[in-house]
C-alpha cells in the first residue's frame, strides 16, 4: 500500500502530465475593469491552484482512497484594492478510475444549487456530474473578490474513493484534480493540480 501526503502550489502553466481527459474552457461574458485589460494591477497578478491533500492507493485491489483542500491562490497583488473578478473552482476524478466518489468530509453528497462558507467566500455549487462519460466533477462559483495583498481563497474541502482498472503510471495516474480560475486574472483562463498515484 502507498501513501502521498502533500501540499503544493502548482504554477498557472502546469499541466498534469499525460491526462487523459479534458476540461472545456468556457469564455464567460463578465465586465473587466479598464485597469485589468490595458495592463493594470490584475493583469500583472499571478493565478494557480491550491493542491492540499492526500491519496492513499492499493496497488492489489486497485482502490484508492484521498482528501482535497483546494483553493484560488493570487499572488503578485499590486496597488491594491482590486477585484478578481468571478472566481471559479473544480474537483474532478481524473485518469484510468471506473468509479469514483466524491463527497463532503462528513460523508454528505455535493447537491447543485448549495451553498458552502470557506475561505472567507459563499461557494455556490454548480453542477456535480457523477460517471458521465467516466467523467467525475463538483463544480464551485464564487462572487468576485477585493484583493490588495496576496490571498488564497479556500474551495470546500473535499474526500474521495475510487476504483481503477489498468496500471496508473506517472505520465497516467489516477488522481484528484483541482482547477480554479478569476474572471480578471490570467484572462480567466484556469489553471490546475492534482494529487495522484503513482
Partial sequence: MAESTFTRVVPRRTIIKGAAWSVPVIAAAAAVPAYAASGGPAAQAHLSAQVGGSITA?????????????????????????????????????????????????????????????????????????????TWEIDFAGPSQSVSVDTIFSLPPAVFSGAWTGTPTTRNPVAGTVSVAAANINNGVSVSGAVSHP
Fill in 58 to 134: 492499493d496497488d492489489n485491489a486497485k482502490t484508492a482512497t484521498g482528501t482535497l483542500n483546494g483553493g484560488v491562490v493570487i499572488t503578485n497583488v499590486k496597488s491594491g484594492p482590486w477585484d478578481t473578478g468571478a472566481l471559479t473552482g473544480k474537483y474532478i476524478g481524473s485518469g484510468q478510475w471506473t468509479s469514483f466518489v466524491i463527497t463532503k468530509p462528513d460523508g454528505q453528497p455535493f447537491v447543485q444549487g448549495e451553498t458552502l462558507v470557506a475561505g472567507g467566500v459563499t461557494w455556490t455549487v454548480t453542477q456535480v456530474v457523477t460517471d458521465a462519460d467516466g
